[in-house]
């Protein structure tokens, strides 16, 4: 057999590359599926599930649409929804009957992948109740990827006693738990989350800097022997696939490393002395990095699971770069029933659903299989409570992009009847990833009509 062949066939695609400490996985590509060495995985893409959380809640009379269905109107907070609004399902109705007690955020933030009741504590024995939906996932799939799951954030984590309500204020840090009292450790740095990717240092300063200057130095001379081996359309993959690791990797170091040309703007001290190194100053670039790093570690199933805290609870996040808002988003979810206030909270909500949109839409440009990669994720958004004011963790604002393995029927708001449990969408979650468990949470069965 020629060697070139005989050494494709053994390529495997979780391991495209290995040295020099980089580890870089491959998109699915039909042409490399007889050569994977899970013969489960040679039937076509599998299914990655994604949490991304906001704080806080939404104004429900903006976001709740009056029709049920199909047809249903975009509501003013949904609107950003428009040319991705087949691959949603609006979800509401649905409920967090564990976080009726207790405080007005922790309670309901700490358990909002849980669903179960999370310890009154000033930190010694925290307890979220159980563990989370991402990493019982993790825990199924993280044998098939270079890492079990990704957990992201724009804020580290506030230790401390809130005072105000006897609580530790880690539980408002963290959504994603390896046990109910392990919670798991979230990056907020950029650059950390490329290098636990793809093995890259991206730190101008590094002793390695020349020898790792670009990633796709090693990459190269291994994907042009790969690709005269691949179908046409997979060849076209490959090269998709290396211009978007070149354009992460630019705009990461672009937004950390602030060359801008000689001009600078005149900014405070004690502006640039709150920006972390590696972490972008600008916290619109921040998230759109972060989710970027997502829609990367899924299309080169580096992880199939991943979660992501837009902030903290209880954070201090100025939104005054929005126009028409002044002030923190916490601040103004506290509306008071006031015009004004109600007016800039609605704008914060629509902000956090636009970013949700153009992720589902780079998701929707990437082809796999015969379809695309947003056709095979399941990209779960929302907060731990309705409204803000209230802190209601009824009713909850949940949005569920893309169809699940071609799972899920998308496009329609679906109202749950009665009170039902935001785990039985969990449970169905866990269906569709291949994680069979008889409940979870506080589930009563897997949520209907999602197909």
């Given at each position: 057999m020629n060697k070139k062949i005989e050494s494709a066939k053994a390529l495997s695609r979780r391991r495209f590359l290995q040295g020099c400490g980089v580890a870089l996985s491959l998109p699915w590509m039909p042409s490399l599926a007889p050569r994977i060495a899970e013969a489960a995985e040679a039937n076509g893409p599998p299914v990655r599930s994604a949490f991304l959380y906001f704080p806080n809640g939404v104004w429900e009379k903006d976001w709740i649409p009056k029709e049920a269905g199909d047809h249903y109107e975009l509501t003013p907070s949904l609107t950003p929804l428009a040319d991705v609004r087949q691959d949603v399902l609006v979800l509401t109705g649905l409920d967090k009957k564990h976080s009726h007690g207790g405080d007005g955020h922790y309670a309901k933030t700490a358990n909002f992948l849980t669903g179960m009741p999370v310890t009154k504590t000033t930190g010694k024995d925290i307890s979220s109740g159980g563990i989370s939906v991402d990493q019982l996932m993790a825990q199924h799939t993280g044998k098939f990827t270079p890492l079990p799951s990704l957990e992201l954030g724009t804020e580290p984590v506030i230790s401390g006693i809130d005072s105000n309500v006897g609580y530790t204020r880690l539980y408002g840090s963290h959504i994603s738990w390896q046990s109910p009292t392990r919670p798991v450790a979230k990056e907020i740095n950029p650059r950390l989350v490329y290098q636990r990717l793809f093995g890259k240092t991206l730190t101008p300063d590094s002793t390695k800097a020349e020898s790792y200057r670009n990633l796709l130095d090693f990459v190269l001379e291994d994907a042009r022997r790969l690709r005269p081996t691949l179908g046409r359309d997979d060849q076209f993959k490959m090269d998709e696939y290396l211009d978007s690791v070149r354009a992460v990797e630019k705009r990461i170091e672009f937004a950390t490393k602030g060359e801008q040309g000689d001009w600078q703007p005149d900014v405070d001290d004690h502006v640039l002395a709150?920006?972390?190194?590696?972490?972008?100053?600008?916290?619109?670039?921040?998230?759109?990095?972060?989710?970027?790093?997502?829609?990367?570690?899924?299309?080169?199933?580096?992880?199939?699971?991943?979660?992501?805290?837009?902030?903290?609870?209880?954070?201090?996040?100025?939104?005054?770069?929005?126009?028409?808002?002044?002030?923190?988003?916490?601040?103004?979810?506290?509306?008071?029933?006031?015009?004004?206030?109600?007016?800039?909270?609605?704008?914060?909500?629509?902000?956090?659903?636009?970013?949700?949109?153009?992720?589902?839409?780079?998701?929707?440009?990437?082809?796999?299989?015969?379809?695309?990669?947003?056709?095979?994720?399941?990209?779960?958004?929302?907060?731990?409570?309705?409204?803000?004011?209230?802190?209601?963790?009824?009713?909850?604002?949940?949005?569920?992009?893309?169809?699940?393995?071609?799972?899920?029927?998308?496009?329609?708001?679906?109202?749950?009847?009665?009170?039902?449990?935001?785990?039985?969408?969990?449970h169905a979650m866990l269906d569709r990833m291949g994680v069979e468990v008889e409940a979870f949470g506080d589930s009563t069965g897997p949520l209907k009509d999602l197909a």
């Amino acid at each position: 057999m020629n060697k070139k062949i005989e050494s494709a066939k053994a390529l495997s695609r979780r391991r495209f590359l290995q040295g020099c400490g980089v580890a870089l996985s491959l998109p699915w590509m039909p042409s490399l599926a007889p050569r994977i060495a899970e013969a489960a995985e040679a039937n076509g893409p599998p299914v990655r599930s994604a949490f991304l959380y906001f704080p806080n809640g939404v104004w429900e009379k903006d976001w709740i649409p009056k029709e049920a269905g199909d047809h249903y109107e975009l509501t003013p907070s949904l609107t950003p929804l428009a040319d991705v609004r087949q691959d949603v399902l609006v979800l509401t109705g649905l409920d967090k009957k564990h976080s009726h007690g207790g405080d007005g955020h922790y309670a309901k933030t700490a358990n909002f992948l849980t669903g179960m009741p999370v310890t009154k504590t000033t930190g010694k024995d925290i307890s979220s109740g159980g563990i989370s939906v991402d990493q019982l996932m993790a825990q199924h799939t993280g044998k098939f990827t270079p890492l079990p799951s990704l957990e992201l954030g724009t804020e580290p984590v506030i230790s401390g006693i809130d005072s105000n309500v006897g609580y530790t204020r880690l539980y408002g840090s963290h959504i994603s738990w390896q046990s109910p009292t392990r919670p798991v450790a979230k990056e907020i740095n950029p650059r950390l989350v490329y290098q636990r990717l793809f093995g890259k240092t991206l730190t101008p300063d590094s002793t390695k800097a020349e020898s790792y200057r670009n990633l796709l130095d090693f990459v190269l001379e291994d994907a042009r022997r790969l690709r005269p081996t691949l179908g046409r359309d997979d060849q076209f993959k490959m090269d998709e696939y290396l211009d978007s690791v070149r354009a992460v990797e630019k705009r990461i170091e672009f937004a950390t490393k602030g060359e801008q040309g000689d001009w600078q703007p005149d900014v405070d001290d004690h502006v640039l002395a709150a920006a972390q190194p590696g972490v972008p100053g600008d916290f619109r670039e921040h998230i759109a990095i972060m989710l970027d790093l997502i829609v990367l570690a899924f299309q080169t199933d580096s992880t199939r699971v991943a979660s992501m805290m837009f902030a903290n609870d209880v954070s201090g996040r100025n939104f005054s770069f929005l126009d028409g808002v002044r002030g923190g988003h916490h601040e103004l979810s506290h509306h008071e029933n006031k015009k004004e206030k109600i007016e800039q909270y609605q704008r914060i909500n629509r902000w956090h659903v636009e970013q949700f949109a153009q992720m589902l839409t780079k998701l929707r440009s990437i082809k796999e299989g015969d379809g695309t990669l947003l056709d095979n994720c399941m990209i779960l958004f929302g907060s731990s409570m309705s409204d803000g004011n209230r802190h209601d963790p009824d009713n909850l604002p949940i949005l569920l992009g893309g169809r699940g393995g071609r799972s899920l029927n998308s496009g329609r708001h679906l109202p749950a009847d009665g009170q039902v449990p935001l785990c039985n969408l969990y449970h169905a979650m866990l269906d569709r990833m291949g994680v069979e468990v008889e409940a979870f949470g506080d589930s009563t069965g897997p949520l209907k009509d999602l197909a």
